[in-house]
């Protein structure tokens, strides 16, 4: 197979040689390195690339170019290579541009010229796309297939598992004509749907999602019985816990439900998060802390629940299912939150098939010219609302106080009060939902007047409250009134240590009643609900069971 392209588009010729110089001298052995003097020329090479079967793993732009300017070509590069990593090259006066950029072309880096010495500001830039880039298969080489129906909650849940994992499919409509192909080459009917074909042409109906994981390649078995540390949940403070226990030499699985990311993993933008001026996207996120967890050793179980906690003796044995366990020396319970239901009548019944709990990114290309209701005044709200104004006819968001300030970042709140399509309605809770067959209609009701009226809405997205997924420790942990797991000085505040704590020690402070248990993130009562402080209980947590190793 031909070596990957890297391609770069300048219209001044002085410059275009020396990106492509310096891209030659470092990967010209690896990768074919083609320039552009225009984003036309440059699109006509893409479709060569692109007819040629080659693969296409950088694109560089310049910013300033008659005609079409670099986000104008990266936008239009996307359709022929979605996959390949976007960088824009600017002067400093443009930088303006390049972070409006991120949001139109889901820039990955802008590079201010000049980048002398290519080795301090070029290539750093470059390696890491490269890695990210060879990180994510192609799913042209891929080919796994998912055929479902539109407003179908089961073909919802494997689309979301498959998207949250990073794992790329194709999906097709089972009353269009290749999905109807494929069906019929299967041997089925668009009542089996939903259907997940493998590479391989394997047909699975209605898989459950460890069937899943198991096939598109996700590791669902522990390598080993005994481990030093076991980490539950893979929101970013496991995945926090998960790089620091490997990094520093700890045996160290991870062990995740649903997809690693957690509800920051769903997030389309996170603009506050430290060392990201220009944001990054929790897929983004998610990513990068994975593949640097599996770098330093861990091991990431997908599609296994954590069903009980036992002490024995001195270790501790994480329960994954009648006939399935991890023992390890530590634990560190980092499950996070759910969003709470909205128990309004006629809801439950179209839940993936209309109503939506978390951000659900899968469904914005679907919103297309459509209105779309959020419930929700907190940043995921806010997140989710402007990134589904690129879609949507107008995004409504639904908050039962007067205005957005007590519970949303002032950033997210200018954002939303400059985009037209957005429209905030203050005191409105929903009353209740219908439709047939999918969500069709919502009573929207003012809570002050108690007055209500109905609108037509196929799209409802619920961001409210945080529940722990806790239920399953109950007896085991201390948790407080909300099931929120209490830790450190908490559970000292009466004068007395925990019953049964046998230490002659009080708990370390994310410790929870059962030593060697430590909780990090937004499972932890009183913890910030912020995806930086989660990011540094995890790291934190990791250094507290050192100290209880070497202690024991």
Same mark, same amino acid.
């Given at each position: 197979m031909a070596n990957p392209t890297i391609l770069t588009v300048d219209d001044d010729p002085a410059v275009s040689r020396a990106v492509a110089r310096d891209l030659r001298r470092q990967y010209g052995e690896r990768y074919r390195i083609v320039r552009s003097l225009s984003g036309s020329d440059a699109l006509d090479a893409l479709r060569e690339i692109k007819l040629r079967g080659d693969r296409l793993a950088v694109l560089l732009a310049d910013y300033r170019m008659p005609h079409m300017n670099g986000i104008e070509f990266l936008e239009a590069a996307m359709d022929l290579f979605p996959l390949a990593r976007r960088v824009l090259l600017t002067a400093y006066s443009d930088t303006e541009a390049a972070i409006d950029a991120i949001n139109v072309v889901d820039l990955d880096h802008y590079l201010l010229k000049p980048w002398s010495p290519p080795e301090e500001h070029l290539y750093p830039v470059i390696d890491g796309l490269l890695e990210t880039w060879h990180a994510i298969p192609d799913p042209g080489e891929t080919q796994t297939r998912v055929v479902g129906h539109r407003w179908s909650a089961p073909s919802f849940a494997v689309r979301d598992f498959l998207t949250r994992n990073l794992v790329p499919y194709r999906w097709l409509l089972s009353d269009e004509p290749e999905g109807q192909g494929l069906l019929a080459a299967a041997g089925l009917s668009a009542a089996d749907v939903p259907v997940v074909v493998t590479?391989?042409?394997?047909?699975?109906?209605?898989?459950?999602? +460890? $069937?899943?994981?198991? +096939?598109?390649?996700?590791?669902t078995v522990p390598s080993s019985d005994f481990y030093d540390l076991v980490v539950v949940g893979g929101g970013p403070a496991g995945l926090g816990a998960a790089v620091y226990g490997a990094s520093e030499g700890l045996r160290t699985v991870l062990v995740e439900e649903r997809a690693t990311g957690g509800q920051a993993g769903q997030s389309s933008r996170i603009e506050n998060y430290l060392g990201f001026p220009d944001g990054v996207s929790g897929s983004q996120l998610t990513d990068r802390a994975r593949r640097q967890?599996?770098?330093?050793?861990? $091991?990431?179980?997908?599609? +296994?629940?954590?069903?009980?906690?036992?002490?024995?003796? &001195?270790?501790?044995?994480?329960?994954?299912?009648?006939?399935?366990?991890?023992?390890?020396?530590?634990?560190?319970?980092?499950?996070?939150?759910?969003?709470?239901?909205?128990? &309004?009548?006629?809801?439950?019944?179209?839940?993936? &098939?209309?109503?939506?709990?978390?951000?659900?990114?899968? $469904?914005?290309?679907?919103?297309?010219?459509?209105?779309?209701y959020i419930v929700g005044g907190a940043n995921s709200a806010g997140q989710a609302a402007v990134h589904f104004s690129r879609y949507a006819r107008r995004v409504h968001i639904l908050i039962r106080q007067g205005d957005l300030a007590r519970s949303m970042s002032s950033y997210l709140i200018n954002q939303i009060n400059g985009i037209d399509t957005i429209e905030v309605h203050p005191w409105t809770e929903v009353s209740a939902g219908a439709g047939d067959g999918h969500l069709q209609e919502l009573t929207l009701r003012d809570s002050r007047s108690g007055t209500e009226r109905a609108v037509p809405a196929s799209w409802l997205f619920v961001f409210i409250g945080a529940e722990p997924r806790t239920q399953w420790l109950e007896g085991v942990v201390t948790r407080d009134a909300r099931g929120f797991v209490v830790t450190g000085p908490d559970l000292v505040a009466g004068g007395g240590r925990p019953a049964g704590w046998r230490l002659p020690r009080d708990p370390y402070h994310l410790e929870s009643s059962v030593p060697g248990v430590f909780a990090a993130g937004d499972v932890r009562s009183s913890s910030v609900k912020r995806v930086a402080s989660a990011v540094g209980e995890g790291a934190m947590a990791v250094s507290l069971v050192h100290r209880y190793l070497e202690a024991q």
């Open positions: 590479p391989d042409g394997k047909p699975l109906v209605s898989p459950t999602e +460890q $069937e899943l994981a198991a +096939q598109v390649g996700l590791s967890a599996l770098k330093f050793g861990a $091991e990431i179980l997908s599609a +296994q629940r954590a069903v009980a906690l036992e002490a024995a003796g &001195a270790g501790r044995v994480l329960r994954l299912g009648p006939e399935s366990s991890i023992a390890a020396h530590t634990v560190v319970l980092a499950t996070g939150v759910s969003y709470r239901l909205l128990t &309004a009548p006629g809801l439950a019944e179209f839940a993936g &098939a209309g109503v939506f709990y978390g951000s659900a990114v899968t $469904e914005a290309p679907s919103c297309s010219g459509e209105d779309v």
